[in-house]
């Protein structure tokens, strides 16, 4: 150990686990996605390329995912807000009449267009409920806090054609981040909350302080590296440690919904996960914890597991909200 208290461990081969399904098995032994360098804060064009590279497969990675899905999907426009409103072809009867709003993940600069729509259908599979899925404004063009503020439109927008406890505010990664941030300034700016959140792996610290961010750095073969960079470029300039950038040091009294937290034994975000539990849970709120064993970042794309993390997703909506 250091002056400091940190402790040095030794190189370490880690073995794909015995303890998950063969799908998931063969999901880890394929090894790491590649991951490579961020361009600078100020290479505007880097990262406009890195997003028109990237949010194409973003769309195929959840192509098998759909396959057999299906679903009715119409391209709207709220003010200036492009949404995808995806309704199954058989929304569950325990949802019916109910909607999801959906933030879609990428990193807080990846996602939009087929991307969007992508997850967002996902998301409406996950659930079997009528889905809002915001192609939100994003870096670098749109620096914080445009996301927000696009997301926070639609969710007006759901207001109006739907009493507060029928939506669900959700969303998978950065768009963990972005939802629970929604939650917390509707409430800021007086409007009614929705009946409940979903946080799938969310990104709710931008200042990646959590422990997972070094215990688990490598070993999840999803998010490689510190998201740091991005996070810099989504925040242009303003403090990491505003609740409506690191929603997990905001103030969840009085009033936050039931909240669905969900992450992996792998999962880099897994101390996100964790500790926006225990500051729910502080504040008096219900809120469900769901760590599966061996996951990475988003999941095995199709294993058992996946299949098990949807059962519950729906068991929880069912349950809050009418």
């Given at each position: 150990m250091t002056d400091d208290g940190a402790l040095h461990v030794p190189a370490r081969t880690i073995p794909v686990p015995t303890s998950v399904s063969d799908a998931?098995?063969?999901?880890?032994?394929?090894?790491?996605?590649?991951?490579?360098?961020?361009?600078?804060?100020?290479?505007?064009?880097?990262?406009?390329?890195?997003?028109?590279?990237?949010?194409p497969m973003i769309a195929m990675m959840f192509e098998p995912r759909l396959a057999g899905f299906a679903a009715d999907v119409e391209e709207i426009t709220l003010g200036d807000v492009p949404v995808y409103r995806i309704t199954p072809a058989d929304v569950r009867p325990a949802v019916a009449g109910r909607a999801y709003l959906d933030v879609h993940g990428g990193a807080l600069h990846l996602g939009a267009g087929a991307a969007c729509r992508a997850m967002g259908t996902d998301a409406a599979r996950r659930t079997g409920m009528a889905t809002w899925s915001v192609d939100y404004r994003m870096p670098p063009d749109h620096p914080y806090p445009a996301a927000l503020d696009d997301c926070l439109v639609v969710y007006r927008a759901m207001l109006e054609r739907f009493d507060p406890a029928a939506i669900v505010v959700g969303g998978q990664s950065a768009g963990g981040n972005i939802a629970a941030a929604l939650i917390l300034r509707a409430r800021d700016e007086g409007l009614p909350l929705p009946g409940a959140a979903v946080l799938i792996t969310p990104e709710v610290d931008l200042t990646e302080s959590g422990d997972s961010f070094r215990t688990n750095l490598g070993v999840d073969t999803m998010l490689r590296k510190s998201l740091m960079p991005a996070n810099l470029l989504y925040a242009g300039g303003h403090d990491l440690t505003d609740p409506y950038l690191s929603p997990l040091f905001g103030d969840f009294a009085p009033g936050y919904p039931p909240t669905f937290l969900q992450a992996g034994t792998r999962d880099l975000f897994l101390s996100n996960a964790v500790r926006m539990h225990r500051a729910l849970r502080a504040a008096?709120?219900?809120a469900e914890l769901h760590v599966f064993e061996a996951m990475p970042h988003g999941g095995f794309f199709g294993a058992p597991e996946d299949a098990d993390l949807d059962r519950e997703v729906r068991r929880f909506v069912d349950a809050h909200g009418r």
């Amino acid at each position: 150990m250091t002056d400091d208290g940190a402790l040095h461990v030794p190189a370490r081969t880690i073995p794909v686990p015995t303890s998950v399904s063969d799908a998931a098995r063969a999901v880890l032994a394929a090894g790491p996605l590649g991951a490579g360098e961020s361009p600078a804060l100020d290479d505007h064009a880097g990262w406009r390329e890195l997003a028109a590279t990237s949010n194409p497969m973003i769309a195929m990675m959840f192509e098998p995912r759909l396959a057999g899905f299906a679903a009715d999907v119409e391209e709207i426009t709220l003010g200036d807000v492009p949404v995808y409103r995806i309704t199954p072809a058989d929304v569950r009867p325990a949802v019916a009449g109910r909607a999801y709003l959906d933030v879609h993940g990428g990193a807080l600069h990846l996602g939009a267009g087929a991307a969007c729509r992508a997850m967002g259908t996902d998301a409406a599979r996950r659930t079997g409920m009528a889905t809002w899925s915001v192609d939100y404004r994003m870096p670098p063009d749109h620096p914080y806090p445009a996301a927000l503020d696009d997301c926070l439109v639609v969710y007006r927008a759901m207001l109006e054609r739907f009493d507060p406890a029928a939506i669900v505010v959700g969303g998978q990664s950065a768009g963990g981040n972005i939802a629970a941030a929604l939650i917390l300034r509707a409430r800021d700016e007086g409007l009614p909350l929705p009946g409940a959140a979903v946080l799938i792996t969310p990104e709710v610290d931008l200042t990646e302080s959590g422990d997972s961010f070094r215990t688990n750095l490598g070993v999840d073969t999803m998010l490689r590296k510190s998201l740091m960079p991005a996070n810099l470029l989504y925040a242009g300039g303003h403090d990491l440690t505003d609740p409506y950038l690191s929603p997990l040091f905001g103030d969840f009294a009085p009033g936050y919904p039931p909240t669905f937290l969900q992450a992996g034994t792998r999962d880099l975000f897994l101390s996100n996960a964790v500790r926006m539990h225990r500051a729910l849970r502080a504040a008096g709120v219900e809120a469900e914890l769901h760590v599966f064993e061996a996951m990475p970042h988003g999941g095995f794309f199709g294993a058992p597991e996946d299949a098990d993390l949807d059962r519950e997703v729906r068991r929880f909506v069912d349950a809050h909200g009418r």
